[in-house]
């Protein structure tokens, strides 16, 4: 009965949000409504199954949030003006030129050059969680955890940046790190 109703409390915390957030003021005493069953439905997903509750009330959660959102794109107008044909500057317009070289340069920095940061940036990690008294398996798996994370901030952060140098230093940072655990002899 407490899994039913943490269910059914997520559901209703999901109605509440959405008919609060859709009226012209926001009323402060709805959201806390809705927010209050949300945990509510959290907390009892946890007594009853911990986090397996919690992922369970959690799904039913997205599933009427998904049913909301759809309702509203649904019933939601067309746009009154055309979207633009010319994508988001990945082909250049006629007459310009295509950048070619540029376009490989910053290809390889995010795919190489982000993958060796990457990797220098977990083996720092596992150099400083073994300095600091953690076992060869956690430190194993904080270099695992660093590796793609590190590489997702630096896939986005490459492109981001303006200039070669500034797009190089910030590559360089986690290599540089890295070199103490190689100076000292760390096994990888």
């Given at each position: 009965?407490?899994?039913?109703a943490?269910s ?5 915390a999901l109605l509440?949000l959405r008919?609060?957030?859709a009226?012209?003021g926001?009323?402060w ?5 809705g ?6 439905s959290v907390a009892?997903g946890s007594a009853v ?6 992922s369970v009330v959690a799904?039913w959660a997205?599933g009427?949030?998904f049913?909301?959102?759809?309702v509203a794109a649904?019933?939601?107008p067309?746009?009154r003006?055309?979207a ?6 990945m ?6 030129p ?7 340069t910053t290809?390889?920095?995010i795919?190489l ?10 083996i720092t990690?596992?150099?400083l969680a073994?300095?600091m008294?953690?076992?060869?398996g956690?430190?194993?798996?904080l270099?695992l ?6 590489w997702?901030?630096?896939a ?6 303006n ?5 190089l230093?910030i590559l360089s940072?986690?290599?540089?790190t ?5 100076v000292t002899?760390?096994?990888?």
């Open positions: 009965m407490l899994f039913a943490g059914a409390s997520a559901v209703a509440v008919f609060s957030w009226r012209p926001r009323s005493l709805l959201n806390a409504a927010w209050l069953l949300l945990a509510t009892a199954a911990g986090a397996w509750g919690i799904l997205m009427a949030a049913v909301l959102l759809a649904w019933k939601s067309p746009a003006r055309k633009s044909s010319r994508r988001a500057g082909l250049p317009e006629a007459g310009e295509l950048r070619l070289g540029g376009r490989v290809f390889l920095l795919v050059g982000a993958m060796i940061s990457s990797i220098a940036l977990a990690t596992r150099w073994l300095l008294g953690a076992s060869e956690n430190a194993n798996v270099a955890f660093a590796a793609p994370l590190g997702t901030i630096l986005f952060l490459i492109p981001m940046t200039g070669r140098r500034r797009q230093a940072i986690p290599i540089a890295a070199i103490p655990a190689f002899g760390s096994p990888l």
